[in-house]
């Protein structure tokens, strides 16, 4: 065998070996595969985590909390005693991996997505946010707005002010209603470019009561929107 032979047999073994070795790592799930986003499910990410902000998250003990110890994050919220404590205590029992504080971290999350979405005409995003009762009434808003040719230009400055009100686990399904008081600069245009709604440089207050639910049988696990409405 001549040394270029020698050379060539060396390179193909060489390949071959690296080879299976890429696809013994590649081909392993290892369990820490990215999951779809969920804004609303910040307690399934790994405790100390960090979001797609590159802020970190740290969570709550999840189900090995036992007793009286395992609703130190509800009475943390709500005062004990109160109707909103015994509603997060009696979804707790339901889903001992809830809390209210990174619920409503999800929900202030949420809220700008949609928000956003809604003025930039973002289907897709809604669709995956809203319930289908609400999709479709926001979709319906969006497609009449585009048929008289208006467009709407949005800033989100920020959420002043946000507060779980209500929260209820009745057989398999979960609601919570929280309470958003946001910051925005919105403004409508007509086809020509004038504004006919809203103000390209105040900042408005808006009040918002919105419920999020999740049906737990369902394969999607995410919380939806389904209900708005506005606070007078």
Not at 80 to 93: C, K, M
Not at 121 to 148: M, N, Y
């Given at each position: 065998m001549?040394?270029?032979?020698?050379?060539?047999?060396?390179?193909?073994?060489?390949?071959?070996?690296?080879?299976?070795?890429?696809?013994?790592?590649?081909?392993?799930?290892?369990?820490n595969?990215?999951?779809?986003?969920?804004?609303?499910?910040?307690?399934?990410?790994?405790?100390?985590?960090?979001?797609?902000?590159?802020k970190?998250?740290?969570?709550?003990?999840?189900?090995?909390?036992?007793g009286?110890?395992?609703?130190?994050?509800?009475d943390?919220?709500?005062p004990?005693?109160?109707?909103?404590?015994?509603?997060?205590?009696?979804?707790?029992?339901h889903?001992?991996?809830?809390?209210?504080?990174?619920?409503?971290?999800?929900?202030?999350?949420?809220?700008e997505?949609?928000?956003?979405a809604?003025?930039?005409?973002?289907?897709?995003?809604?669709?995956?946010?809203?319930?289908?009762?609400?999709?479709?009434?926001?979709?319906?808003?969006?497609?009449?707005?585009?048929?008289?040719?208006e467009?709407?230009?949005?800033?989100?400055?920020?959420i002043?002010?946000?507060?779980?009100?209500?929260?209820?686990?009745r057989?398999?399904?979960?609601?919570?209603?929280?309470?958003?008081?946001?910051?925005?600069?919105t403004?409508?245009?007509?086809?020509?470019g004038?504004?006919?709604?809203?103000?390209a440089?105040?900042?408005?207050?808006?009040n918002?009561?919105?419920?999020?639910?999740?049906?737990?049988?369902?394969?999607?696990?995410?919380?939806?929107?389904?209900?708005?409405?506005?606070?007078?």
């Open positions: 001549g040394s270029s032979d020698f050379v060539t047999l060396f390179f193909l073994v060489a390949a071959v070996l690296i080879f299976f070795q890429l696809r013994s790592v590649l081909g392993r799930r290892t369990g595969e990215k999951q779809p986003f969920d804004p609303l499910a910040q307690r399934d990410l790994p405790k100390g985590a960090a979001r797609d902000d590159g970190v998250v740290t969570l709550p003990r999840r189900e090995d909390a036992t009286e110890d395992r609703f130190s994050a509800v943390a919220y709500a004990a005693g109160t109707v909103l404590n015994d509603q997060l205590r009696e979804l707790l029992r889903d001992p991996s809830f809390n209210p504080k990174e619920f409503l971290n999800g929900a202030k999350i949420a809220y997505m949609i928000v956003m809604y003025a930039d005409a973002d289907r897709k995003t809604l669709k995956g946010l809203l319930s289908r009762e609400v999709f479709e009434g926001f979709e319906s808003a969006i497609a009449d707005r585009e048929s008289r040719g467009t709407v230009k949005s800033t989100f400055v920020g002043e002010k946000s507060e779980i009100t209500q929260a209820s686990a057989d398999n399904e979960e609601q919570v209603t929280v309470r958003i008081v946001s910051q925005l600069i403004a409508t245009y007509d086809k020509d004038t504004i006919i709604d809203g103000d440089e105040a900042v408005a207050e808006v918002d009561v919105w419920t999020f639910a999740r049906d737990v049988r369902s394969r999607d696990p995410n919380w939806k929107l389904i209900a708005t409405e506005a606070e007078q």
